[in-house]
C-alpha cells in the first residue's frame, strides 16, 4: 500500500496526486477523464477507463503433465481465455485433459481447435451470478446428497447411491464458480458493488463454500461405500439410532446455513448445542454395532456422518464475524 498525503486548494478543494506508473500502465496524461465512485464502506474507487469495455484476461498454456490442474487454478483466478498451444501435434491425451477440464467448469467452453491449438473461453458474465445464489444452490445439491445417501444406506439401495455420487460433480462445478467470482470481486470492487457483496465477506463467502462442497464430498463416499457393497440392510434397532443421528445432522447444516445469510448468531449457536445429543448417538450406535456383523460397514457411515456435523458447526462459527463486519 501506498500512502500519500491530502492537499488543499486556497479555495478549498481537496485533491491527492495519483501514482505515475499507475497513470502511465493505463494510458493515462494529462486531460484523461477517470471515473469516481463511492463505495457502501466509504471508500472511493478510481476506474482508468470509465467507458471501455472489460479487458478479457487471457494466457496461453503448453501441454503438460498437470495441463487439467493448470486450466482449473487459470479458470479460478479468473482468466476469460486459456490457450493451449503446442510447437507439435498436440496429442489425443492432452485434448482428453482439455475437454475433462472443460467439463469441470461451469461456462468453460472450447470455441477454437485446430492440430497444435486448443482455445477455450468462459463465456459468463460475472455480474449475472450473485454469489449467494450461486452458494444457495451448491448447498441445495450438497444436502439433497446428504438426504439420498443415507436413504441408500438404510435401505441398501446401490442405485440411489451411484446417483448420488454423480452429483458430487455439479457440487464440484459450483464451488469452482464460486471461488471464481469471488475473486473477481476482490479484484474489482465495483462489481462486488453491483452484486451487493462487500470485499470482507468475500472470505466468510469463500469458506462456506468449501465447508459446503465438503458436506458433499462426504455425502458421495458414504454413497460409494453402499454402491461398492453387498447392498446390506441395518437391523431395525441400528436404522432408527443411524436415522435419527441423520436427522440432528442434516438439521445441523440447515439451520448453520439459515444463520450465515440472516446474521442470526442465535441460531447459529444452536448447532454447537446438539453436540452432546448427537455425540450420545454416536455412542449408542457403537455399542450396538460392537461385535457385530458389518459393525465396520455402518461404523464407517456413521464417521462420515460425524465430519458432515463438524463442517455444520464450522459454517455456524462464520456467523459472528460476518454480523460485525
Known sequence: MELRKLQRTKTGTFFVCLPRDWAEKNGLERGSVVAIAETSDGN???????????????????????????????????????????????????REKVKQAATRLVGLEIVEEDYAKIILQCLLEPSSFPPDKVLKREYAIAASMHRDAVT??????????KNVVARDNEVNRLYFLLVRILRTVIQNPSLG????????????????????????????????EVAESRAVKPKQKVAKLIMELHSKIYDSHETAIKALFLHDVPLAESVRSL???????????????????NA??????????MRIYENSIDIADLVIPRLSA
Do not use: M
Not at 453436540?275 to 456383523?293: A, P, V
Open 44 to 94: 472511493l474507487l478510481i476506474r482508468p477507463k470509465p467507458s471501455a469495455e472489460r479487458v478479457l484476461k487471457e494466457i496461453t498454456l503448453k501441454p503438460s503433465q498437470f495441463l487439467d490442474r493448470e486450466i482449473i487454478g487459470k479458470y479460478l483466478l479468473g482468466y476469460d481465455i486459456i490457450k493451449v498451444e503446442s510447437k507439435e501435434r498436440i496429442s489425443p491425451e492432452d
Open 152 to 161: 441408500a444406506l438404510l435401505d441398501g439401495d446401490r442405485k440411489l447411491a
Open 193 to 224: 458493488e453491483k452484486l451487493g457483496i462487500r470485499p470482507i465477506n468475500c472470505l466468510d463467502y469463500r469458506i462456506t463454500s468449501s465447508l459446503v462442497e465438503s458436506i458433499g464430498d462426504q455425502s458421495a463416499q458414504l454413497a460409494k
Open 275 to 293: 453436540q452432546n445429543k448427537i455425540n450420545e448417538l454416536k455412542e449408542k450406535l457403537h455399542q450396538e454395532l460392537k461385535g457385530k456383523e
Open 296 to 305: 465396520e460397514y455402518f461404523l464407517s457411515a456413521i464417521s462420515h456422518l
